[in-house]
């Protein structure tokens, strides 16, 4: 398997129908070459969040021309090919059963391998594909669907040390906005916005900073919030634009400063398995938020730990991290048949005890 | 004379995984599983079935004919999602077919061709010699005036005296059906649904924001 791979990887978990082509040969950097990212927050704007059907029609008639494009941007055709990767889960599951069609699709008509990848594993991977970091690193996964703390130890093999017990952070950004009146995604709106604003002037949680672990939560805060904006409006007959720069800034200060604590006692645990070269990566669409960045950055120092964070287009949802992830994966002898289910919950670790949804379903993440 | 097209039809719109090759006029293979889900993990699996069944490579096809709807949403997407895949793949177009236009293959003109919606309502397009209405979703007690018309369909929750049952098997009419357009369809399958997505926007107005 010493031999240069190229691989297609296709995504569509939640917002974003993408498909990418990336290719590497053992010793030297991965290459992509190319990534198609479709995005649908104007499909979603009306309703305050992303609505799981409208996404998945999307998708359906989307994959197939991300996957066109991606080829033609890298000059290849499917025959160049060694292999498909495409997500399985964990996502909303009429998307993900989408691109898992139509990767079927294409592996059949083709005869090329095809290896269902863990969207988790794909954001938790990214590191490699960007920064050569070595295994173990620490990552925290922050996006709109997750939010949790991992030690990446191989390309599937993974420890969670602690993650959000309810909402993600990006999910509690999403709702801020809407609260608030401002545009979606939530995350750069709230972002712009908190830039005038001063946190000091609202009060707010900082939830589960009294529990020793790197457990979190954020659907308090988005209650906090709630009430301190309807203190305002009640008080002022509505939503003053210096109250609203306010509540911007005091929530995203929270939700920094709970990442960045949680964070220092993830940071404690991992280090003490005395990793070599010792590195904490965050990936995922909160990562994004230039505090957030900025805090975790000073933390990473605090411990004298390299800090990385993928570049933007590789922090949020992306095929390039599933084509990377499917190549690796391909590489330690992994192989899906036509039989491959999409998955809607799909925990990463797959000792630790789940956080989420642990019904009869199991766990979410 | 040259060979004869080969057209692989499939549809997985309701509770079932069906299939079926077809050259020229001729079924090679045709497969009919009722099932209530799992059609994700079974379609493709099938289809290979149904090309080893025929003796034939997917490299032999012409054609894919693909079921667009009405029907389950998801089930609907898994079919067309597949044939989308598999076109790219292959190189060779693919045809979505409705389910409306699928059972009224072969029977008299015009005829309204009926598919169970749920939620107390049904699916219904009226298909003429040449001409075809806009498919609609109807309550179901708006249906009596069927009772005078030529109707076909299958599996309606309650059944309408004057019914028709479809002339050939569903994945059967949509494999004839793609081959006969093959040649001039341009736009790629996309599911019919019909049925707007449930989505509202939010109950909660955002605040009045003053300056």
Redesign the interface.
């Known amino acids: 398997m010493n031999t240069t791979l190229t691989f297609l990887g296709l995504e569509s978990s939640c917002d974003d129908t993408a498909a990418a082509v990336v290719r590497h040969t053992p010793g030297s950097c991965p290459e992509i070459l190319s990534s198609v990212v479709m995005g649908q927050s104007e499909l979603h704007a009306d309703f305050g969040g992303v609505v799981p059907e409208i996404a998945a029609r999307a998708h359906a008639e989307r994959l197939d021309l991300c996957v066109e494009q991606a080829l033609k941007k890298a000059a290849l055709t499917l025959r160049e090919i060694d292999g498909i990767a495409v997500t399985a889960g964990p996502g909303l599951i009429g998307g993900v059963l989408s691109a898992v069609m139509c990767a079927k699709g294409l592996s059949i008509g083709t005869g090329l391998p095809m290896v269902g990848i863990n969207h988790l594993a794909g954001h938790a991977l990214t590191p490699t594909l960007t920064d050569d970091l070595e295994f173990p690193y620490l990552m925290l996964l922050v996006s709109g669907g997750h939010c949790q703390f991992l030690i990446v130890r191989g390309v599937d093999d993974f420890s969670r040390l602690g993650g959000t017990i309810d909402d993600a952070p990006g999910e509690a950004f999403d709702k801020t906005a809407k609260l608030l009146g401002l545009g979606q995604p939530g995350g750069p709106a709230v972002e712009a916005c908190a830039m005038s604003g001063d946190a000091a002037q609202i009060p707010l949680p900082r939830p589960l900073l009294d529990r020793p672990d790197c457990d979190m939560s954020f659907s308090g805060l988005k209650t906090a919030l709630l009430r301190a904006r309807d203190l305002l409006v009640a008080k002022h007959g509505g939503l003053r634009e210096v109250d609203r720069a306010n509540l911007c800034a005091a929530f995203q200060q929270a939700v920094t400063d709970v990442l960045a604590e949680k964070s220092r006692r993830a940071l404690k645990l991992y280090l003490s398995e005395n990793p070599t070269h010792p590195a904490f990566a965050v990936a995922g669409g909160v990562a994004a938020n230039k505090r957030v960045r900025a805090l975790l950055e000073t933390v990473s120092a605090e411990f004298d730990v390299r800090f990385t964070a993928p570049p933007l287009a590789l922090c949020t949802d992306n095929a390039a991290m599933i084509a990377w992830a499917g190549l690796q994966r391909y590489r330690s002898g992994a192989r899906d048949d036509m039989t491959l289910s999409a998955r809607p919950r799909w925990p990463l670790d797959k000792t630790s005890p789940s956080m989420l949804g642990s019904g009869k379903k199991g766990a979410k993440a | 004379m040259p060979p004869k097209d080969l057209i692989l039809g499939f549809d997985t719109s309701a509770a079932h995984c069906a299939a079926a090759l077809i050259s020229g006029d001729r079924v090679l293979v045709q497969k009919f599983e009722p099932m209530q889900k799992g059609q994700?993990?079974?379609?493709?699996?099938l289809?290979?079935e149904v090309m080893d069944e025929g003796g034939s490579d997917?490299s032999d096809l012409s054609a894919i004919g693909v079921g667009i709807g009405p029907g389950n949403?998801?089930g609907i997407?898994?079919?067309?999602?597949?044939?989308?895949?598999?076109?790219?793949?292959?190189d060779i177009p693919a045809v979505g077919v409705s389910g409306f236009e699928a059972q009224a293959y072969g029977q008299k003109k015009p005829v309204y061709s009926i598919i169970e919606a749920h939620r107390n309502q049904i699916y219904l397009q009226k298909i003429g010699e040449n001409t075809v209405a806009e498919p609609q979703l109807l309550a179901r007690e708006q249906k009596k005036f069927l009772k005078s018309e030529q109707v076909v369909g299958t599996s309606l929750e309650d059944s309408l005296p004057n019914i028709c049952l479809p002339a050939f098997p569903l994945a059967v009419a949509i494999a004839y059906l793609a081959a006969k357009r093959y040649r001039t369809q341009q736009a790629?399958p996309?599911?019919l649904?019909i049925r707007a997505?449930?989505?509202?926007?939010?109950r909660d107005p955002?605040?009045?924001?003053?300056?």
Not at chain 2, 77 to 90: E, H
Not at chain 2, 197 to 202: K, Q
Not at chain 2, 206 to 211: D, G, K, R, S, W
Request: proline share 15%; hydrophobic share 55%; no cysteine.
């Open positions: 994700a993990e079974r379609l493709v699996p289809l290979q997917w949403f998801t997407r898994i079919s067309v999602s597949a044939a989308r895949g598999l076109a790219l793949a292959l790629r996309a599911p649904y997505a449930d989505a509202a926007p939010p955002a605040p009045v924001i003053l300056p």
